[in-house]
């Protein structure tokens, strides 16, 4: 009996009153639905960081065409190439030490941070009136805007363990939707007095700026989520980290307090060794360089002109494609995938979704060949497909990796994967950007000619993507005792 009562006394958690974790893991326990107002946080803090980072595909064509900085009209998806990556090169400088800030300071102030930088830069680039003045706004956009590495630690802390799939759902669905939404506000918006003449006149700002739009609106929306983040709750505890009820019960089950100690000790642990982790980070930035050179590569592909295997498309166009693929992106996070990820689990989901995305990717230069209202549903169809299978594989390495780690290194393990996706982000759209334009340069080639060049290669950087999501490469965390009934006291 005496044991009995010294389990229940261990087993006890412990909430500090000062301590904004507390807060959130004793209103954790005491509701097992989930918080609405949780998902709309966190929709609208990552929708508006992903906003930014694609919205000037569908016009960047035309931007880099207006800066008259190409020699040929063939080298201007390489020139285009470069603007897109320069904001994952600034962000790849900076999002370890914002996670390591995170974990210091909280997951708030970094959030808040990095919405301010969306407002100033994302103007600042709309502004742009050369080569160079984009190239440098999207540098220190990428760079100051650390939130989105936090915001994954925040998505797994929020929820109880057995929602963590729909908190991390929703980060991917807004940064998928961010990834769509984006584009087609940037091609239904960009060169307004072109498109809308009666509301936009000749010779006024809007045409001497065209590419403003698009971006003072997402700046705005920046704004209204910088206040609204006022009332973000933070899960960052503030109390001594040998103060948690994980650590009481491993004692009780050895009788000794040695265990204190070595979770102590932990608290130091080599991120990089952490093999779980690390392998599920290798994969992400696999399947991060494959997704951001196909998003440069679809709407550059798209615009370009049939003779150089293009649709010849508008950037309406674009926004049409893209808009479809976002609204079945939201149905499809929020109402099938957590369903779906408990009956098959995140890792068998992701290498299906790999597998079935390479036929599917390759048969898009077959689509170019299709005309008038078939080609329109049949590339609706395959947009479509592709971020949905696209969404799938980051949501399920979303969770491997906050799986991995304890609280007081989330925010650094999301550092180091934002670090390194951002790096492979940042060779992706040059990448995709100088292939797709030496691909157009051998539309006669024997070997894979034109366009089917460029899907191929997309092709092989996905391919080995699933190969690396197998054993023994791809390793998940074994849970601990603890971890399959206890959690932190606070």
Same mark, same amino acid.
């Given at each position: 009996?005496?044991?009995?009562?010294?389990?229940?006394?261990?087993?006890?958690?412990?909430?500090?009153?000062?301590?904004?974790?507390?807060?959130?893991?004793?209103?954790?326990?005491?509701?097992?639905?989930?918080?609405? &107002?949780?998902?709309?946080?966190?929709?609208?803090?990552?929708?508006?960081?992903?906003?930014?980072?694609?919205? @000037?595909?569908?016009?960047?064509?035309?931007? !880099?065409?207006?800066?008259?900085?190409?020699?040929?009209?063939?080298?201007?998806?390489?020139?285009?190439?470069?603007?897109?990556? /320069?904001?994952?090169?600034? &962000?790849?400088?900076?999002? !370890?030490?914002?996670?390591?800030?995170?974990?210091?300071?909280?997951?708030?102030?970094?959030?808040?941070?990095?919405?301010?930088?969306?407002?100033?830069?994302?103007?600042?680039?709309?502004?742009?009136?050369?080569?160079?003045? %984009?190239?440098? *706004?999207?540098?220190?956009?990428?760079?100051?805007?650390?939130?989105?590495?936090?915001?994954?630690?925040?998505?797994?802390?929020?929820?109880?363990?057995?929602?963590?799939?729909?908190?991390?759902?929703?980060?991917?669905?807004?940064?998928?939707?961010?990834?769509?939404?984006?584009?087609?506000?940037?091609?239904?918006? /960009?060169?307004?007095?072109?498109?809308?003449?009666?509301?936009?006149?000749?010779?006024?700002?809007?045409?001497?700026?065209?590419?403003? @739009?698009?971006?003072? @609106?997402?700046?705005?929306?920046?704004?209204?989520?910088?206040?609204?983040?006022?009332?973000?709750?933070?899960? @960052?505890?503030?109390?001594?980290?040998?103060? #948690?009820? *994980?650590?009481?019960?491993?004692?009780?089950?050895?009788?000794?307090?040695?265990?204190?100690?070595?979770?102590?000790? #932990?608290?130091?642990?080599?991120?990089?060794?952490?093999?779980?982790?690390?392998?599920?980070?290798?994969?992400?930035?696999?399947?991060?360089?494959?997704?951001?050179?196909?998003?440069?590569?679809?709407?550059?592909?798209?615009?370009?002109?049939?003779?150089?295997?293009?649709?010849?498309?508008?950037?309406?166009?674009?926004?049409?494609?893209?808009?479809?693929?976002?609204?079945?992106?939201?149905?499809?996070?929020?109402?099938?995938?957590?369903?779906?990820?408990?009956?098959?689990?995140?890792?068998?989901? /992701?290498?299906?979704?790999?597998?079935?995305?390479?036929?599917?990717?390759?048969?898009?230069?077959?689509?170019?060949?299709?005309?008038? !209202? *078939?080609?329109?549903?049949?590339?609706?169809?395959?947009?479509?497909?592709?971020?949905?299978?696209?969404? *799938?594989?980051?949501?399920?390495?979303?969770?491997? #990796?906050?799986? %991995?780690?304890? #609280?007081?290194?989330?925010?650094?393990?999301?550092?180091?994967?934002?670090?390194?996706?951002?790096?492979?982000?940042?060779?992706?759209?040059?990448?995709?950007?100088?292939?797709?334009?030496?691909?157009?340069? &051998?539309?006669?080639?024997?070997?894979?000619?034109?366009?089917?060049?460029?899907?191929?290669?997309?092709?092989?950087?996905?391919?080995?993507?699933?190969?690396?999501?197998?054993?023994?490469?791809?390793?998940?965390?074994?849970?601990?005792?603890?971890?399959?009934?206890?959690? !932190?006291?606070?």
């Amino acid at each position: 009996m005496e044991n009995e009562n010294v389990g229940e006394a261990l087993l006890k958690k412990t909430y500090y009153d000062n301590c904004p974790g507390c807060k959130v893991d004793k209103a954790k326990e005491l509701k097992t639905d989930v918080s609405f &107002r949780n998902l709309l946080n966190i929709w609208m803090v990552v929708l508006c960081s992903a906003l930014p980072i694609s919205s @000037l595909f569908p016009y960047l064509y035309f931007m !880099i065409r207006d800066f008259n900085i190409a020699k040929r009209e063939e080298d201007i998806s390489a020139y285009a190439g470069y603007v897109g990556s /320069a904001f994952m090169l600034g &962000r790849s400088f900076t999002s !370890i030490p914002w996670g390591m800030v995170a974990d210091r300071y909280g997951r708030k102030p970094v959030a808040i941070i990095g919405i301010i930088s969306v407002i100033i830069f994302n103007t600042l680039f709309g502004l742009s009136t050369s080569f160079w003045m %984009a190239v440098t *706004t999207r540098f220190l956009l990428g760079s100051l805007n650390g939130l989105l590495g936090p915001m994954k630690a925040y998505c797994s802390e929020i929820f109880r363990e057995e929602k963590q799939a729909l908190g991390l759902s929703t980060f991917s669905a807004a940064w998928g939707m961010g990834l769509i939404i984006g584009p087609a506000l940037g091609g239904y918006l /960009a060169q307004p007095t072109v498109k809308y003449p009666h509301i936009f006149p000749k010779n006024s700002f809007w045409d001497t700026f065209p590419y403003f @739009l698009p971006s003072i @609106l997402i700046s705005a929306f920046a704004v209204v989520v910088a206040i609204s983040c006022i009332w973000l709750p933070e899960t @960052l505890h503030n109390h001594p980290l040998g103060d #948690q009820s *994980t650590n009481d019960v491993e004692a009780l089950e050895t009788g000794s307090k040695t265990k204190d100690k070595d979770k102590i000790i #932990q608290k130091d642990e080599n991120l990089f060794l952490n093999w779980p982790l690390m392998s599920a980070i290798i994969v992400y930035c696999i399947f991060s360089l494959h997704d951001i050179a196909y998003q440069e590569v679809f709407s550059l592909w798209a615009v370009s002109p049939r003779r150089l295997g293009g649709l010849n498309f508008t950037t309406d166009n674009v926004g049409d494609v893209l808009a479809i693929s976002g609204f079945a992106l939201i149905v499809y996070q929020l109402c099938l995938y957590p369903s779906l990820e408990r009956a098959f689990g995140p890792v068998r989901l /992701a290498r299906l979704s790999g597998v079935l995305s390479i036929p599917l990717l390759q048969s898009y230069p077959f689509i170019a060949t299709l005309s008038g !209202i *078939t080609l329109f549903l049949v590339i609706n169809i395959a947009s479509l497909l592709k971020n949905l299978l696209c969404v *799938t594989i980051d949501t399920g390495l979303f969770l491997l #990796q906050n799986r %991995a780690v304890e #609280q007081y290194q989330r925010g650094a393990a999301n550092g180091i994967a934002m670090t390194g996706m951002s790096i492979f982000k940042a060779i992706g759209p040059a990448g995709g950007g100088a292939v797709l334009a030496w691909s157009q340069k &051998r539309m006669h080639a024997s070997f894979l000619p034109g366009t089917h060049m460029v899907f191929f290669i997309l092709n092989v950087a996905g391919g080995l993507g699933v190969i690396l999501m197998f054993t023994p490469f791809l390793a998940e965390k074994k849970k601990t005792p603890s971890e399959h009934g206890f959690s !932190i006291k606070g």
